[in-house]
T-cell receptor, first 112, second 114 residues
Framework: GESVGLHLPTLSVQEGDNSIINCAYS??????FIWYKQESGKGPQFIID?????DKRQGQRVTVLLNKTVKHLSLQIAATQPGDSAVYFC???????????FGGGTRLMVKP | DTGVSQDPRHKITKRGQNVTFRCDPI?????LYWYRQTLGQGPEFLTY????????KSRLLSDRFSAERPKGSFSTLEIQRTEQGDSAMYLC????????????FGPGTRLTVL
């Protein structure tokens, strides 16, 4: 497959451990913050979103935390699996369904 | 319908040539988006449609770029007089409704301009 990002920050975790991926955003006016996962050779895949009036949202094995005070977003993945290996991007948007502004990505590598 | 499809997957062209890419969204989705992604970067928004109407265009979309969605289904993105700086992955995405943040992305078209 094709490499998504050659010079991305990398997080390496052991299979079964929890992973935390962080993102700093710049626009305090954004209404929604979203996490996407991109595997090599594929387009990004939606993971979870959170509205700006929330500070935590949980999905299946994932939790997103939003700290508006410091403009920080994090994605927590519980019991990380090899299939979680990918590049993760945070994104923001002003209104649901509008254009996404993506941040820099983080490469997650899961060691068996 | 298994998802968003894009054609071609790869395109190599010489500088100055015109290229056209096609995107077929998920059939019931009324919003369609185009993004561009270079290696090591997140996707950058180019333009989006609701049905056949083009609602927004990025400043990145120069006069050489044009996108259409004539019948509110598939979309085409044309780049005229390609430049080496146009080399990138062009991603298409679609979503069901204006209230939905879950955009479904296609596999992209990798453009290389020589």
């Amino acid at each position: 497959g094709e490499s998504v990002g050659l010079h991305l920050p990398t997080l390496s975790v052991q299979e079964g451990d929890n992973s935390i991926i962080n993102c700093a955003y710049s626009n305090s006016a954004s209404d929604y913050f979203i996490w996407y996962k991109q595997e090599s050779g594929k387009g990004p895949q939606f993971i979870i979103d959170i509205r700006s009036n929330m500070d935590k949202r949980q999905g299946q094995r994932v939790t997103v935390l939003l700290n508006k005070t410091v403009k920080h977003l994090s994605l927590q993945i519980a019991a990380t699996q090899p299939g979680d290996s990918a590049v993760y991007f945070c994104a923001e948007t002003f209104n649901a369904g509008n254009m996404l502004t993506f941040g820099g990505g983080t490469r997650l590598m899961v060691k068996p | 319908d298994t998802g968003v499809s894009q054609d071609p997957r790869h395109k190599i062209t010489k500088r100055g040539q015109n290229v056209t890419f096609r995107c077929d969204p998920i059939s019931e989705h009324n919003r369609l988006y185009w993004y561009r992604q270079t290696l090591g970067q997140g996707p950058e928004f180019l333009t989006y449609f609701q049905n056949e109407a083009q609602l927004e265009k990025s400043r990145l979309l120069s006069d050489r770029f044009s996108a259409e969605r004539p019948k509110g289904s598939f979309s085409t993105l044309e780049i005229q007089r390609t430049e080496q700086g146009d080399s990138a992955m062009y991603l298409c995405a679609s979503s069901l409704a204006h209230s939905d943040n879950e955009q479904f992305f296609g596999p992209g078209t990798r453009l290389t301009v020589l």
